[in-house]
């Protein structure tokens, strides 16, 4: 009987990890021991900055932020609060990462904050890295380019609820009151121009716009 073989999509193989990493904890964090090795992928400058910005020892290593944040946009997690809940809950996870105690709050905000410029070299590594490996997947899908645009939320006071609320009260009653709030709020933050008034992920808010460019794959 000829061999039947079946083309794996990579949907399959984000499936199969995220299947893994729910229901076999320690076998996924095996494979993606064995298959992933960040410190290949952290640029020199990033650890010099990391560890001589205060002169000690550090109780959290670099590679465990940096773990923690990947497997928060891999997973979809939302929230830094809800991943340090995470973290406190499963020890696998806080191993893997490297923690011998999990960070607060206020630590993950300012390795954000004080390694931003750092973030942007690692992945232009990355890139470096899977790109021949979506040449040899599908050389014409890889030679694609889609575009897709979005916003990264802002912490302005455009964007707290009461602040829409407190704008219902001068609505009339046979007026939506929140398609008349929306119209009644500026189309950028004072604070921040940057943050402008737009519809993403299913509601209104001010957000600094993005793009992402990818290949097929």
């Given at each position: 009987m000829a061999t039947k073989y079946h083309q794996i999509s990579?949907?399959?193989?984000?499936?199969?990890?995220?299947?893994?990493?729910?229901?076999?904890?320690?076998?996924?964090?095996?494979?993606?021991?064995?298959?992933?090795?960040?410190?290949?992928?952290?640029?020199?400058?990033?650890?010099?900055?990391?560890?001589?910005?205060?002169?000690?020892?550090?109780?959290?290593p670099l590679q465990g932020f940096l773990t923690a944040f990947i497997l928060q946009k891999i997973f979809s997690i939302p929230t830094d609060s809800l991943l340090l809940l995470f973290l406190h809950l499963s020890k696998e996870l806080k191993e893997f990462c490297g923690f011998t105690k999990v960070p607060d709050a206020s630590l993950m905000s300012r390795f954000k904050h004080d390694f931003e410029p750092y973030i942007e070299?690692?992945?232009?590594?990355?890139?470096?890295?899977?790109?021949?490996?979506?040449?040899?997947?599908?050389?014409?899908?890889s030679q694609?380019?889609?575009?897709?645009?979005?916003?990264i939320e802002l912490y302005v006071t455009e964007i707290n609820p009461k602040t829409l609320n407190a704008l219902f009260y001068k609505n009339k009653p046979d007026i939506d009151p929140y398609k008349m709030a929306y119209g009644l709020m500026p189309s950028q933050a004072v604070s921040c121009t940057d943050a402008k008034q737009m519809y993403i992920n299913g509601h209104f808010c001010y957000a600094d716009k993005f793009a992402i460019l990818t290949n097929g794959l």
């Open positions: 990579l949907s399959d193989i984000f499936s199969d990890c995220q299947n893994s990493f729910i229901d076999e904890s320690p076998s996924f964090f095996s494979l993606l021991s064995e298959h992933f090795d960040l410190n290949e992928f952290i640029p020199p400058e990033f650890l010099t900055a990391f560890y001589l910005s205060v002169g000690r020892k550090r109780l959290y070299p690692m992945f232009q590594r990355m890139v470096d890295y899977t790109e021949p490996i979506c040449q040899l997947i599908d050389s014409s899908l694609m380019l889609t575009f897709d645009t979005s916003g």
